[in-house]
């Protein structure tokens, strides 16, 4: 079957650091993305890295603090988020980038996870 | 970044009504080099992982129902639920992929009468 789950959310303190997995299954080497909800608001992209890891982008927001890779022995990305804010609290999503041919991306995230929950607060 | 803005931001309706949300970005989506239209829609219920509905603005991804469709071109897109079900209750996104940055819009969330 193929899915995504998240794992490694948690409360942290502002200032604090945490790692979120993302482990998938039933494909491999996908582009992958990285994006957050916070409560009662809409989605945002956060990051994103290709499939063999050379090559990763982040939103302005996190710069500098988030940092995304992979592990495709072990099939899972992950983002390690430091320095963190209260307005990076929010639920984290994994999401798979679609392709239409092997090599025409549909541009579209077609697999989603449920999501991890990080809360930054004193 | 591109700015993508939908309308409305809710909709009531009945059982059975067509649906219409639009979407418009702040700067064309289109690919040239691909021709394609770099525009998504998502549904999110709560509970339930993201769900692609529409990718390239018009292609239905596989498994949606056929009352879900697609349409637009360049700045200004729609999303119509054709017939509207209890199942269709949910908020829906769309989504620009067109520079490196993806950006969506504020949602739309869907209601029954």
């Known amino acids: 079957e193929v899915q995504l789950v998240e794992s490694g959310g948690g409360l942290v303190q502002p200032g604090g650091s945490l790692r979120l997995s993302c482990a998938a299954s039933g494909f491999t080497n996908s582009w992958m993305h990285w994006v957050r909800q916070a409560p009662g608001k809409g989605l945002v992209w956060v990051s994103r890295i290709n499939g063999d890891g050379s090559s990763t982008a982040y939103a302005d927001s996190v710069k500098g603090r988030f940092t995304i890779s992979r592990d495709n022995a072990k099939n899972t990305v992950y983002l390690q988020m430091n320095s963190l804010r209260a307005d990076d609290t929010a639920v984290y999503y994994c999401?798979?980038?679609?392709?239409?041919?092997?090599?025409?991306?549909?541009?579209?995230?077609?697999?989603w996870g449920q999501g991890t929950k990080v809360t930054v607060s004193s | 970044d591109i700015v993508m803005t939908q309308s409305p931001d809710s909709l009531t309706m009945s059982l059975g009504e067509r649906a219409t949300i639009n979407c418009r970005s702040s700067?064309?989506?289109?690919?040239?080099?691909?021709?394609?239209?770099?525009l998504a829609w998502y549904q999110q219920k709560p509970g339930q992982p993201l769900k692609l509905l529409i990718y390239?603005?018009?292609t239905r991804e596989s498994g949606v129902p056929e009352r879900f469709s697609g349409s637009g071109s360049g700045t200004d897109f729609t999303l119509t639920i054709s017939s509207l079900q209890a199942e269709d209750v949910a908020v829906y996104y769309c989504q620009q992929y067109c520079s490196d940055l993806p950006t969506f819009g504020q949602g739309t969330k869907v209601q029954i009468k």
């Open positions: 999401a798979r980038e679609g392709r239409a041919t092997v090599t025409l991306t549909t541009r579209a995230f077609d697999i």
């Open positions: 390239w603005a018009s």
């Open positions: 700067q064309s989506v289109l690919h040239s080099s691909y021709n394609k239209e770099y």
